[in-house]
């Protein structure tokens, strides 16, 4: 299957620092990238759609000035988590969805391997 | 009612079982369903989509209802390396939207 990266794997930070998490698709162009969250024992939450060259689309809940996303090519999209508290301590995760498929044919979300951020 | 619903679990077996999980969903215009797994502290993975008339790979079956709104996965002669977390997954309407159940964590036990 595709391979999508993320960057870092892991990060502590400081109270109120900001933090950039990096999603790469590598093998193929993902006009489309989904940003998740996972708490501990929870299931993974979308957070918002990342379009390529436009806005993202944020879920209900999710504050846009706090998660910044940006998607400035067809192979990334970044997820900066601004002022950070430790209640954003989490598991970041991202996907993307291969583009181009022949009609029909189910465009199945590849996810990176996720960014573990601790908020101390 | 929760939007995807699974078992609790965890579920604990013996190399061998036969494990059933559940699911329930909330939005009955969804039309797209699937099975991941997650190994503890990495990402989901596909493990199979969910077809209308029931689909199976070697020993795995999925299942599905859509008047119950209701999934299942059977997994037969379960393995050690079938330990892990089970993820009912729903491609929610008509949006390319996934929404997650809350998984349920198997182990399977020598």
């Known amino acids: 299957g595709a391979v999508v990266s993320q960057h870092p794997s892991r990060v502590i930070c400081k109270s109120g620092t900001s933090v950039k998490i990096e999603c790469r698709s590598l093998d193929f162009q993902a006009t489309t990238m989904f940003w998740y969250r996972q708490f501990p024992k929870k299931s993974l939450m979308l957070m918002a759609t990342s379009n390529e060259g436009s806005k993202a689309t944020y879920e209900q809940g999710v504050e846009k000035d706090k998660f910044l996303i940006n998607h400035a090519s067809l192979t990334l999209s970044t997820l900066t988590v601004t002022s950070a508290h430790p209640e954003d301590s989490s598991f970041y995760i991202c996907?993307?969805?291969?583009?181009?498929?022949?009609?029909?044919?189910?465009?199945?979300?590849?996810f990176g391997p996720g960014t573990r951020l601790t908020v101390l | 009612r929760k939007e995807v619903e699974q078992d609790p679990g965890p579920f604990n077996v013996p190399e061998g079982a036969t494990v059933a999980f559940n699911c329930t969903y909330s939005?009955?215009?969804?039309?797209?369903f699937f099975w991941y797994r997650q190994d503890c502290r990495k990402e989901p993975k596909l493990l199979m989509s969910?077809?209308?008339s029931g689909n199976e790979d070697g020993r795995f079956t999925a299942q599905l209802n859509r008047a119950s709104q209701y999934i299942s996965l059977l997994i037969r002669d379960s393995k050690l390396s079938d330990s892990a977390t089970y993820l009912c997954?729903?491609?929610?309407?008509?949006?390319?939207?996934?929404?997650f159940g809350k998984g349920t964590k198997l182990t399977v036990n020598p």
């Open positions: 997954v729903v491609k929610w309407g008509g949006s390319e939207k996934l929404v």
């Open positions: 996907s993307a969805r291969e583009e181009g498929l022949p009609l029909g044919s189910y465009n199945e979300q590849f």
């Open positions: 939005n009955s215009a969804s039309q797209s």
């Open positions: 969910v077809y209308s």
